[in-house]
């Protein structure tokens, strides 16, 4: 995986009459204290969000309906890509990492839990600025 994310294998209750239960705790099965949550929805298939990355952020992200892939990089390592096709699969990304979300399916829900409160100053959107600050970040 590209430094500084992982994927998390999330339990669930099942019960063959009555459907599943998918439990997160912060610091538990999310990675950290939870300050925030949001979710994406009704983007069309063709669409991409993303195209930024986080100073100090950490993040987890759900698919809790449908599909999305998440393209995730950083200098010196190859693109991946992570497709999120299940509501108990997680994708961390910590900080310093390019992330793209695409190939939304119809009906595609993102759910997203946050370390820290938006904070617009923590984005790096520009990629060429990334691509310094994250060769400075990854050689401390
Ligand atoms: C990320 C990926 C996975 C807020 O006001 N509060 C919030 O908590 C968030 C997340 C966004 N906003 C505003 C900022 C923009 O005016 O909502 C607007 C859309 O945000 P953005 O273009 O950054 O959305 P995405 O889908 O490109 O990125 C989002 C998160 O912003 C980002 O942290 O990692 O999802």
């Given at each position: ?49 993303g195209h930024h990355s986080h100073n100090k952020l ?37 900080p310093m990492?390019w992330r ?16 820290e409160?938006f904070d617009e100053s923590d984005y790096i959107r520009d990629?060429?600025m990334y691509?310094?600050k ?7």
């Amino acid at each position: 995986m590209v430094p500084n994310t992982r994927i998390l294998e999330l339990g669930s209750f099942s019960d063959e009459q009555y459907g599943t239960l998918v439990a997160l705790e912060a610091t538990k099965e999310i990675p950290f204290e939870v300050r925030r949550a949001y979710y994406i929805y009704g983007v069309p298939e063709n669409e991409t969000r993303g195209h930024h990355s986080h100073n100090k952020l950490e993040q987890v992200l759900i698919c809790v309906s449908g599909s999305v892939t998440i393209a995730l990089s950083m200098p010196g390592e190859n693109e991946e890509e992570v497709l999120l096709d299940s509501p108990t699969k997680g994708l961390y990304i910590g900080p310093m990492v390019w992330r793209v979300m695409k190939g939304f399916s119809e009906g595609a829900v993102l759910l997203v839990f946050a370390s820290e409160y938006f904070d617009e100053s923590d984005y790096i959107r520009d990629k060429d600025m990334y691509f310094i600050k994250a060769k400075e970040y990854f050689q401390k």
